[in-house]
């Protein structure tokens, strides 16, 4: 009787499992002492992105070359099952008892995003936070944009420095004119302050070009009018105005920089760039009033 109780777990123990969950880095092959091969990752199985919970998952020998051309950020499921209990013995979780993953085989799904792309500017200081275990890093911050005329706003998530960057992200600073593209996260609902009870969807976001950079007083002419081509470029009317009032010279906007912008952005546009020349008018005037 006993024998069959056995033969019974074991079969229940051989029993597939599945696991499923976003690649947290690309799958890393390593070459043991004994000449085994194994490939290593982490995938994130919680049903929020801003709350991971991170599963190592280990795939041997033969099953390594399912995992061939994964990338991180991928959604997949896993077929296999747990391994052996181990106790981590260092860091923040040392004493805490783990069960690795042991795939043997893997299916890459769909993860249905549409990738979303928005110019702006930073409303505040990226503020970056390390999460869960193994720790990931996560930088959070809000763009500001205009639409139809309206200003907008979308708060913004970076894994992991899984992002494709010309200036990390965790460094981004208020005011920087950046373009960042992605998809939208899990929906949230807001707990506390004036929206408490709105629901949000935050842009994950996979790639971001900083445009041009707070601009200094030490900036010199060409970055002034970079900035302001820029602006004009993307239809950008109020970062136009920052522009001018910067510093910038107007006789860099050419008619070319108009290409690709509707009527009502091209008109938006000119008229900042017409309000300036006013102000600048009224100044020079009074200021030739001014007796010495």
Known sequence: MKSQEVEQEQKVKQEPLTCKGYLGNDPEVKTLDGGKQVANFVINTAAKEENPVWQKVQIWEENIK????????????????????????????AGEFRKDFVAKDI?????????????????????????GEPK???STFSIGYSEDDKSKYVNCQAWNNS????????????????????????????????????????????????????????????????????A????????????????????AIKPEHFSGLSEKQTKAVNDVVTKHELKQEQGEKKNSGIKM
């Open 66 to 93: 399912k995992s061939e051309g994964l990338k991180k950020g991928d959604l997949i499921e896993l077929s296999g099952n747990y391994g052996k209990e181990y106790e981590l013995k260092q860091g923040d979780h």
């Open 136 to 138: 990931t890093k996560v």
């Open 232 to 251: 004009v470029k993307t239809g950008n009317y109020k970062e136009v105005g920052i522009a001018l009032q910067s510093g910038a010279d107007k006789k």
């Open 163 to 230: 992002v494709k960057y010309n200036t990390p992200v965790d460094l981004l600073k208020k005011g920087d004119f950046v373009e960042v593209s992605g998809h939208l996260g899990k929906e949230y609902t807001l707990q506390n302050g004036e929206h408490k009870g709105e629901t949000r969807r935050d842009l994950i976001v996979t790639e971001c070009k900083v445009i041009s950079h707070q601009m200094k007083r030490s900036a010199n002419q060409e970055e002034k009018d970079g900035h302001l081509v820029e």
């Open 107 to 131: 299916t890459k799904l769909s993860a249905d995003k549409e990738t979303l792309t928005f110019k702006g500017n930073l409303v505040d200081n990226s503020v970056t936070k390390e999460l």
